[in-house]
């Protein structure tokens, strides 16, 4: 799903000011460096019912609709209204840019018939780069709704490796290049040339994609950009390039927008572009996107149905005057994520002894069980994932006794299947009984949360790989 939308994305954004035919103005073929952005960005969902109805086939609680309007719910999270801003500032080669962005979103959020939230939020991003080989620059200020602070991020500071500095300074480079950027929308160009319905009335252009060219293009670009890293991109490694779009599947026969399709507008004003419009008429259903990704056949009577409307309106202004303005950071009102970096250990003599349990213990299963609220997991699959080969696990008659030397304060821990006593050495725990699913032993959260002070951070069911997925934070 992650891939499928990042890619949509692409698509979207790659072809917002870089349009072309025969018959298309030069305007539109320019590269646009240095212009300050207002947008107006709105996203309606629509298919509330058919994603009630998977949820329902999950085997959703019934009793969640005595306090939850998930209809109204769904509509409500997945729609919002936004205002960006965006200031960028570009060199003509592409190794000197300056971005600023910021958005305020409104959100509100419609839980049941009594009670709504609204939440105004903000965030922003600002970047600074200069890829010069002598003193390289790549930082990022980032200010979000979960932060009271801005953060700073110095991508070359966090490097201690002069080696891996370089390795950096050559991928950004490779990916900042004018050629290389200029290609991409040449072939954007002749894509939009082949697949748009392209029309100009005075200074408007109008600029129109349905689902089967939008599909097409995304075939086409997927292919052409693989094959532009493989011949420029020499500070790519070929297995990567190989990995990332080898296995991507065609998109032909993929639905992904609606009747509505994907429409630009774009205004002039003196020969510039003043004004771009986008619509965008998304309408899928994840039973084809997991079949598209995972090769499966889908085993639901609901599609799970997406469908929603994006649109935007951006008004272009200070072309070649912006000048991007960034916040002014201090000791009140900033950190530096390095300042949350662990100091790196550093072992005594020769020898490193690697530390246990390690900061995750986790665990994909194909069952999971659920006893009176509490989840159970499996226990060789959660003390092998904390102590790799470090947890000795022994299975005599029903009796489980597990020893490691990495134990917290004990080394064996005894338990009986079917009892709800266990002992840490000699001291006893009181829990949920011990079970035995299948062959396989499993034990309540809590024990794992009294006995060794762990968190269960998160437990799921991914629907995409059709497995249980669950998280112990260990560090506690």
Not at 369 to 379: A, E, M, N, S
Not at 417 to 437: F, P
């Amino acid at each position: 799903m992650k891939r499928t939308v990042s890619i949509i994305l692409i698509m979207v954004f790659a072809f917002s000011f870089v349009t072309a035919n025969a018959e298309v103005p030069k305007f539109l073929t320019e590269s646009y460096n240095n212009y300050t952005g207002q947008y107006s960005v709105s996203l309606s969902f629509e298919s509330s019912d058919d994603i009630i109805a998977l949820l329902e086939e999950l085997e959703m609680p019934e009793e969640v609709e005595n306090f939850v309007d998930l209809k109204a719910l769904l509509k409500s999270l997945l729609s919002y209204d936004a205002q960006m801003l965006l200031q960028a500032d570009m060199s003509d080669d592409f190794r000197k840019i300056e971005l600023g962005l910021t958005a305020e979103t409104l959100y509100k959020v419609d839980i049941n018939s009594n009670l709504n939230v609204a939440a105004d939020m903000k965030m922003g991003m600002w970047m600074k780069m200069d890829l010069d080989e002598e003193n390289p620059v790549f930082e990022i200020i980032y200010s979000h709704p979960m932060l009271n602070k801005y953060i700073l991020i110095n991508v070359f500071e966090m490097i201690a490796d002069e080696n891996e500095k370089e390795e950096m300074l050559r991928a950004l480079t490779a990916i900042f290049n004018k050629e290389y950027i200029t290609s991409i929308q040449e072939t954007s160009v002749s894509l939009m040339e082949k697949y748009a319905d392209i029309k100009i009335s005075g200074a408007l252009c109008t600029v129109k994609i349905d689902n089967d060219g939008f599909t097409a293009m995304m075939d086409e670009l997927m292919l052409a950009i693989s094959e532009m890293m493989a011949t420029e991109y020499t500070g790519i490694d070929q297995v990567y390039i190989d990995e990332t779009f080898g296995t991507v599947p065609s998109f032909s026969g993929l639905k992904i927008l609606g009747d509505g399709g994907l429409v630009y507008k774009y205004s002039l004003l003196s020969g510039k572009i003043s004004k771009a419009e986008m619509s965008m008429d998304v309408d899928m259903d994840i039973s084809s996107l997991v079949t598209y990704l995972t090769g499966e056949e889908w085993e639901y009577e609901a599609s799970g149905r997406l469908a929603f409307e994006m649109e935007s309106v951006v008004k272009v202004s200070n072309i070649g005057k912006t000048k991007v303005t960034f916040p002014v950071l201090n000791d009140e009102n900033s950190f530096d994520i390095m300042e949350m970096m662990p100091e790196p250990y550093e072992p005594e003599g020769d020898v490193y002894e690697k530390q246990y349990p390690n900061f995750y213990a986790e665990g994909y299963v194909d069952y999971l069980p659920v006893i009176d609220g509490d989840i159970y997991v499996p226990v060789r699959a959660t003390f092998t994932s904390a102590y790799d080969d470090q947890v000795e696990i022994q299975y005599n008659n029903g009796i489980i006794t597990l020893h490691s030397s990495y134990f917290p304060g004990f080394t064996q821990l005894k338990m009986v299947v079917g009892s709800g006593t266990v002992y840490a050495d000699a001291r006893e725990y009181k829990t949920g009984k011990v079970i035995e699913r299948n062959g396989v032993s499993y034990v309540s959260y809590k024990l794992i949360e009294d006995v060794f002070g762990w968190e269960l951070s998160s437990a799921y069911y991914d629907m995409v790989n059709k497995t249980y997925d669950y998280y112990f934070y260990t560090m506690n």
